[in-house]
């Protein structure tokens, strides 16, 4: 992912990924997760985030547009896929105990791999992406406001959907592009008809509407605001189809807040650009960093003996050694470090000018 060329929006993707990383990790550091539970609105952030950073002239290029939407996500989404997949068969042949599964599933929930389980993202923001695109080469005419409506009660119909037996394999893809262009329109209507007011309002009395929000929505919905396993659209368990959408608001609003009063001090941090510019790399390698944890702590001898062998051989990337004190931190601490490490390898890869296709900036 390139490099945002808002700051605001750069250090508001830059959260959006640590609190990936923190997630898979067990909250060590739960960033008011308690308030704003991140599978409440994150995911839907990155597509507001990429809706934001649409341009108008790209309807003047549909291929040329396509074609780089292909070369950044897809073709990157296969190869890493690939490099995984290739890997755990070859484990799968030493170690016949391991039972780590792989598959390519871009059609249907994206997840080829446990271990790359995260980009799922990749594939269905792609998807969102196009169909947004095509239907402005259809209707050259754009009313946002009227847009963003109509893609709001599709989302919310998805959400009816997702919770009954029509979601399966062959309509989960339509699933997730009917409920997540709704964020990808909401960034565009943002860009140009509400930033703008956004910025002269109080910051922090917005992060406190926001708060007040959300702990309403808790109290009422028995903390149950959350949804969970969006690769697979079964994570939604609310009558209250727009839940998602409010949720979305109140933590979207509440971050870029948070962002917006901190950007000025960190607009020239070489980390924050580092990670904005990188997150689909650290999305997509985190736990293979995770594993590699597991492994040093097998080894360690006090520890091996409560190792559970069993679920690791099964849920790669996925166990943590939680019996250890603190363990949790140095899941995050090794998801975030180790992907940025491998990121800025081959960084340098391309700077030296190989030609090799690494997908991952």
């Known amino acids: 992912m390139q490099k945002k060329s808002n700051d605001t929006f750069a250090l508001l993707s830059a959260l959006g990924i640590i609190f990936v990383v923190d997630l898979h990790s067990w909250r060590p550091m739960g960033l008011m997760y308690d308030i704003f539970p991140y599978n409440s609105f994150f995911m839907p952030m990155f ?24 070369k950044r996500l897809i073709i990157p989404y296969l190869l890493i896929n690939l490099v995984y997949i290739c890997g755990i068969i070859l484990v799968r042949k030493i170690y016949p105990d391991v039972e780590w599964d792989y598959g390519f599933n871009i059609l249907t929930t994206g997840v080829d791999s446990r271990l790359t389980t995260p980009a799922w993202f990749v594939p269905s923001l792609f998807f969102v992406t196009i169909t947004y695109f095509i239907l402005r080469l259809i209707f050259r005419k754009w009313n946002h406001t009227a847009a963003f409506i109509i893609f709001a009660v599709l989302g919310a119909f998805c959400v009816f959907i997702a919770q009954t037996e029509l ?33 002269t309002m109080s910051k922090v009395g917005i992060m406190i509407v926001c708060f007040t929000i959300n702990s309403l929505l808790i109290l009422f919905t028995n903390e149950n605001i959350d949804y969970k396993d969006m690769y697979a659209m079964t994570g939604f368990s609310t009558g209250f189809y727009l839940l998602p959408l409010i949720t979305f608001f109140t933590g979207t609003a509440f971050w870029l807040s948070f962002a917006e009063l901190l950007s000025p001090a960190v607009k020239n941090s070489r980390i924050i650009g580092f990670i904005s510019k990188h997150t ?3 999305m997509f390698n985190h736990l293979l960093f995770f594993l590699l944890l597991d492994l040093i702590i097998m080894v360690i ?42 990121c800025f390898f081959f960084d340098r890869i391309n700077k030296s000018k190989c030609k090799i296709i690494v997908g991952i900036k």
């Open 167 to 199: 979601n399966n394999s062959y309509t989960v893809l339509l699933l997730k592009v009917g409920f997540l262009i709704q964020f990808y329109e909401f960034g565009g209507l943002y860009k140009k008809y509400a930033e703008a007011k956004f910025k």
């Open 47 to 70: 597509v507001f985030i990429s809706g934001y950073f649409f341009k108008e002239n790209y309807i003047e290029k549909p291929f040329s547009f396509i074609l780089k939407k292909l």
């Open 301 to 342: 001898p006090y520890s091996s003996d409560q190792f559970n062998y069993k679920i690791f051989f099964v849920n790669a990337g996925w166990y943590k050694a939680d019996y250890i004190d603190g363990i949790r931190i140095w899941y995050f601490i090794f998801g975030m470090a180790g992907s940025m490490l491998l």
């Open 280 to 282: 689909f790399g650290i």
